[in-house]
């Protein structure tokens, strides 16, 4: 924890995960940007670190200017903003970045890009370290964003309280707000083919007012809408490799961050190995919360079994007919969910629901679970 000036800030992006985060961003912008005539411009005061760390790993032929606009004082938007400062005269016909440091009510981008457009540039892009979904009342979300983060006051890195501690090279979020977010309920459902998950998960949306986040239904919605990241996993999937995690986890980041001011979520097939529940502890890190259970639906193997052949003769799922299918589905899962249950137990986040009697019976020792967290 620090102090600046009269409030207390903790620990909020470390400068590791900023730098690595950066990398990622650089990369995607040479791949878009090639043979094209780019021009980066950034947001003073608070931008001037980030877009300094980006432009070293930026391998384009580009230019870089740097305009001003003010829109803080202390720790509230003032809801207005000053006229941009320091804009050229050489961009016309020219692709634009805008680079800023944070993108809160979008208020500031919206008025950049209404001075741009006279100018006759080809294009208008931003490129954010961070934003936040919550504040954001504009019409240009940023196209490149480092890390969604929840509607509380950050410093370091560039941005500023008062002034003080934009040379911080981590960033910090005030203390009160982050706890605050910590409130929110995250949960991992994990369940073997068979034990009611997606039944008890709807129960659980409902009663908590959780949102649910698959990620097969996340990647089939990328891969369908030919997005950014839809395309990039589509190689892998065409070529029968596996998906990185780096894909899927970002593609999991752009999810959340479509939610405003969430009760919290669901996360259903996902972390699949410890490497991605690492992934997803950093992540939600960043934005402030975390996962408060995983919870497993305990089912005993052989009513598993009954319970899948009974649901191949009702519900016309005919690969839930072959006997050596459902065994291999059953261990399949074991081996997956074994050590991520590990991981979660070592942080005391891990529950165990007896999956056995009626569904409503199931629902309520689910609820009483929850309810204990």
């Not at 007012?209 to 996993?233: C, M, P, Q, Y």
């Amino acid at each position: 924890m620090i102090q600046v000036i009269d409030k207390s800030f903790e620990v909020f992006i470390t400068k590791d995960e900023i730098q690595q985060e950066i990398l990622s961003l650089a990369a995607k912008i040479n791949d878009d940007y090639r043979d094209k005539d780019l021009v980066f411009l950034s947001v003073l005061n608070g931008a001037f670190m980030f877009t300094s760390d980006l432009m070293k790993n930026i391998s384009l032929d580009c230019e870089v200017s740097f305009v001003k606009m003010s829109s803080y004082s202390g720790v509230e938007s003032r809801g207005r903003v000053d006229e941009l400062i320091g804009l050229g005269d050489n961009i016309a016909g020219r692709d634009i970045i805008i680079v800023e440091d944070i993108v809160d009510t979008g208020i500031t981008i919206d008025k950049i890009i209404s001075l741009l457009e006279p100018e006759g540039v080809a294009s208008v892009r931003v490129c954010t370290l961070l934003y936040k979904p919550d504040a954001f009342k504009g019409t240009k979300r940023p196209d490149y964003i480092g890390f969604s983060i929840p509607n509380a006051f950050v410093v370091g890195y560039g941005l500023d309280y008062n002034e003080k501690g934009r040379n911080l090279d981590t960033i910090y979020q005030i203390r009160e707000q982050k706890k605050q977010r910590n409130s929110m309920l995250n949960i991992v459902l994990f369940g073997p083919p068979g034990a009611g998950k997606g039944t008890q998960s709807e129960r659980l949306i409902e009663q908590y007012g959780l949102i649910h986040l698959s990620t097969g239904d996340i990647f089939r919605a990328n891969i369908k809408g030919e997005t950014e990241l839809g395309v990039l996993a589509k190689t892998y999937i065409d070529k029968g490799q596996l998906v990185p995690d780096e894909v899927t986890i970002n593609m999991l980041k752009a999810e959340v961050g479509k939610h405003d001011n969430p009760q919290g979520f669901i996360f259903d097939g996902f972390p699949r190995t410890i490497a991605q529940a690492e992934a997803l502890d950093v992540y939600l890190e960043s934005i402030g919360t975390g996962i408060t259970s995983m919870i497993s639906l305990d089912v005993a193997e052989d009513e598993l079994k009954a319970r899948l052949a009974n649901r191949a003769k009702t519900g016309g799922r005919p690969d839930d007919a072959n006997p050596d299918v459902i065994q291999n589905r059953i261990d399949v899962y074991r081996k997956e969910t074994s050590p991520v249950k590990n991981y979660y137990e070592t942080q005391e986040k891990w529950v165990m629901i007896d999956g056995l009697g009626t569904i409503d019976e199931i629902t309520v020792r689910l609820f009483a679970a929850v309810n204990a967290l």
